[in-house]
């Protein structure tokens, strides 16, 4: 099992930038991949930008140039820094690991709101 916690979401303006952190409760070292999604009202949930097998890192197209996906293993955490902030980007994000250990499974966290406005 493992659990992941979020952290630094909230309201912004445009423009603006906030930083997630994604706290995990075990190393992170071994994750086949680790990243954050949101979903805003009445969409889907998509992908935002994750680290995947081999430490290269994978970005939704409407969010390149503006976020940054990073890493500490020895906080085992993950983080968002979000720049130039758009009314679009108003969505609930969550981090998500998926963890292989005989099966592959995926772990969500609680989720942290991210509203930008004016």
């Known amino acids: 099992q493992v659990q992941l916690v979020e952290s630094g979401g909230g309201l912004v303006q445009p423009g603006g930038s906030l930083r997630l952190s994604c706290s995990a409760s075990?190393?992170?070292?071994?994750?086949?991949?680790m990243g954050w999604y949101r979903q805003a009202p009445g969409k889907q949930r998509e992908l935002v930008a994750a680290?995947?097998?081999?430490?290269?890192?994978d970005y939704a197209d409407s969010v390149k140039d503006r976020f940054t996906i990073s890493r500490d293993n020895t906080k085992k955490t993950v983080y968002l820094q979000m720049n130039s902030l758009k009314p679009e980007d108003t969505a609930v994000y969550y981090c998500?690991?998926?963890?292989?250990?005989?099966?592959?499974?995926?772990?969500w966290g609680q989720g942290t709101q991210v509203t930008v406005s004016s």
């Open positions: 680290f995947s097998a081999g430490a290269s890192t």
């Open positions: 075990r190393s992170i070292r071994d994750f086949l991949a």
């Open positions: 998500n690991a998926k963890v292989f250990s005989i099966v592959l499974n995926s772990y």
